[in-house]
T-cell receptor, first 108, second 112 residues
Framework: DAKTTQPPSMDCAEGRAANLPCNHS???????VYWYRQIHSQGPQYIIH???NNETNEMASLIITEDRKSSTLILPHATLRDTAVYYC?????????FGAGTTVTVRA | EAQVTQNPRYLITVTGKKLTVTCSQN?????MSWYRQDPGLGLRQIYY???????DKGDVPEGYKVSRKEKRNFPLILESPSPNQTSLYFC???????????FGPGTRLTVT
């Protein structure tokens, strides 16, 4: 199974970009990288996903390294409402494995 | 509105008393799954289902059962709950495992 490694926590200043790293060194060629976030104890919310190209949507940007062994989620202008736990996952077969994620705290 | 619903949202029960947590989705999704979330451990998959009558174990299936008799419903059954099953439970659905997962609001279960 392709596992992911994320820092346990990080702080970000409101209005600044938040860059969230994720390592997935055992990822295989056809596995996508997905990012979700969870605010308080609500159900996780989809943010973005990608295979090998960089992706951008209204919420965030996803930068995947050329060797696909790591990726970075970018929240371009963090707000207080972006305070959440962010999960980076790699879909392998039919099982989904979420780790502990990164707790992001946006400070005013 | 596209959604995943779970019931009940909160439940306090006693050891050994069978319970069922229901999950229903209105998006005609093939893939459904159950997770439990405990402090510091993230979400761990309990069971998943690829389609009607097709279910399989996730990472932490012990003590749980599921069924998928209809496409929209995927109940989680605890035949004999124990205190170590006290947790926050989430149901999710999607077109396939590699598509965006839609999560329910969660069920907070306490077993005394």
């Amino acid at each position: 199974d392709a596992k992911t490694t994320q820092p346990p926590s990080m702080d970000c200043a409101e209005g600044r970009a938040a860059n969230l790293p994720c390592n997935h060194s055992t990822i295989s060629g056809n596995e996508y990288v997905y990012w979700y976030r969870q605010i308080h104890s609500q159900g996780p919310q989809y943010i973005i996903h990608g295979l090998k190209n960089n992706e951008t949507n209204e919420m965030a940007s996803l930068i995947i390294t050329e060797d696909r062994k790591s990726s970075t989620l970018i929240l371009p202008h963090a707000t207080l409402r972006d305070t959440a736990v962010y999960y980076c996952i790699v879909i392998n077969d039919y099982k989904l494995s979420f780790g502990a994620g990164t707790t992001v705290t946006v400070r005013a | 509105e596209a959604q995943v619903t779970q019931n009940p949202r909160y439940l306090i029960t006693v050891t050994g008393k069978k319970l069922t947590v229901t999950c229903s989705q209105n998006m005609n999704h093939e893939y459904m799954s159950w997770y439990r979330q405990d402090p510091g451990l993230g979400l761990r998959q309990i069971y998943y289902s690829m389609n009607v009558e097709v279910t399989d174990k996730g990472d932490v299936p012990e003590g749980y059962k599921v069924s998928r008799k209809e496409k929209r419903n995927f109940p989680l059954i605890l035949e004999s709950p124990s205190p170590n099953q006290t947790s926050l439970y989430f149901c999710a659905s999607s077109l396939s495992p590699s598509d965006e997962q839609y999560f329910g609001p969660g069920t907070r279960l306490t077993v005394t």
